[in-house]
């Protein structure tokens, strides 16, 4: 099994930044992508950035440009982080960590962490 924790989220006003953090733990050497997701209020969970363990990353067009997602330089501590810039009311919404392994199927979640941008 794997364990995800995520932190970093809260209030913030429109135009401001957050870092959010997610630690991995358990059997994470099984792990080859991690990613971060969100589901706004009555919107379905939608993928924001993606990481593999080579570092190739991934994003939805939403956030391009202002996101970005990165990975501890100890690739084995399975930490990723989401910098997020310039933000908008419409990134309000629970963001969730999102740990996967890929050749057998497996997939783990965090509990998600809130974050809310005002206008």
């Known amino acids: 099994q794997v364990q995800l924790v995520e932190s970093g989220g809260g209030l913030v006003q429109a135009g401001g930044s957050l870092r959010l953090s997610c630690a991995a733990s358990?059997?994470?050497?099984?792990?080859?992508?991690m990613g971060w997701y969100r589901q706004a209020p009555e919107k379905q969970r939608e993928l924001v950035a993606g990481?593999?363990?080579?570092?190739?990353?991934?994003?939805t067009d939403s956030v391009k440009g202002r996101f970005t997602i990165s990975r501890d330089r100890d690739n084995a501590k399975k930490t990723v982080y989401l910098q997020m810039n310039s933000l908008k009311p419409e990134d309000t919404g629970v963001y969730y960590c999102?740990?996967?392994?890929?050749?057998?199927?497996?997939?783990?979640w965090g509990k998600g962490t809130l974050v809310t941008v005002s206008s």
């Open positions: 990481i593999t363990n080579g570092g190739t990353t991934n994003y």
């Open positions: 999102n740990a996967r392994n890929t050749i057998y199927g497996r997939e783990y």
């Open positions: 358990g059997r994470i050497f099984s792990i080859n992508v």
